[in-house]
């Protein structure tokens, strides 16, 4: 039986930066990546939740960054030669995203695009804005703004924390 695509579906079409956690592929709207960039070294932030592993210092701009695996229930891996940060900008600010390696700018037709399956709370489809078919793969495509504007990273007030951060820094200095 095939899905009848609702008028919210058919507008999500277009161009896709995919990367992979584990063997899945997952795609970022491609107008929300500001730019991929190497690991970098990330001060931790105390009483975080588990997947915000700290901040990063981006040419003098600090950034929030999160570890998409364990954000999305995954196992924490060592970071490889291909491990990367994707800086994405989202309503309210610039985030750092871990992801295990990135791939390529895939355009994925509205034709090409399902809305995502439900499996009750908590699960993995809450994060995703839709399901892409691409060749005989298929693409997880991530709604940025659900991922960063949980409950748990409202919580942190990432203005204070860069300014602590600042003020460390310029003590060490």
Do not use: W
């Amino acid at each position: 039986m095939e899905k009848n695509h609702s008028e919210h579906s058919e507008k999500l079409g277009g161009k896709f930066l995919t990367f992979f956690l584990g063997k899945e592929e997952y795609g970022l709207p491609i107008l929300t990546v500001q730019e991929i960039i190497a690991l970098l070294p990330i001060t931790p932030v105390p009483r975080t939740p588990n997947y915000f592993k700290g901040l990063t210092n981006l040419r003098g701009k600090i950034i929030p960054v999160m570890d998409l695996r364990l954000k999305f229930g995954m196992e924490e891996l060592e970071p490889t030669d291909e491990t990367c940060i994707i800086v994405v900008r989202t309503s309210k600010q610039l985030m750092g995203l871990i992801v295990d390696r990135v791939s390529e700018v895939k355009n994925i037709s509205d034709e090409s695009i399902d809305e995502p399956p439900e499996f009750g709370d908590n699960s993995i489809t809450d994060y995703l804005s839709a399901i892409g078919k691409s060749n005989e793969s298929v693409v997880l495509i991530v709604d940025i703004e659900k991922v960063v504007n949980t409950n748990e990273l409202s919580e942190i007030n990432f203005n204070e924390v860069e300014n602590s951060s600042a003020n460390s820094e310029e003590n060490i200095s």
